[in-house]
């Protein structure tokens, strides 16, 4: 089993940064590959950014590209997404979600996946 962890949510005003941490345990042995998804209020949950197990094949939404930077520390199997330039629909629960060997956009497809830490933009 996979323990996932995220932090770093908050309440910002539109233009702000941010950024979210997520902390993945319980295989000490591997690497995860790792993506960022969101759930804004009465929407489907979807797909932010990815980044494979050796830090590449990395993968922004069209909608965050130039704003979101996903990044890791491997030896922390700890990844991050940087939220910069945030505007109030980037309003979401920002959820975590690792596998072993998937990278998919759909998040059906992520087996392990944190509890989600609130994003709120006020314009």
């Known amino acids: 089993q996979v323990q996932v962890v995220e932090s770093g949510g908050g309440l910002v005003q539109a233009g702000d940064s941010l950024r979210l941490s997520c902390a993945a345990s319980g295989r000490t042995s591997r690497s995860y590959n790792m993506a960022w998804f969101r759930q804004p209020p009465g929407k489907e949950r979807e797909f932010v950014a990815r980044?494979?197990?050796?830090?590449?094949?990395?993968l922004h939404a069209d909608s965050v590209k130039g704003r979101f930077t996903i990044s890791r520390e491997n030896a922390k199997n700890t990844v991050y997404l940087q939220m910069n330039s945030l505007k109030p629909e980037d309003t979401a629960v920002y959820y975590c979600a690792v596998s072993l060997n998937i990278m998919g956009v759909t998040w059906r497809e992520w087996p392990y996946w944190g509890q989600g830490t609130q994003v709120t933009v006020s314009s």
């Open positions: 980044i494979g197990w050796s830090g590449g094949s990395i």
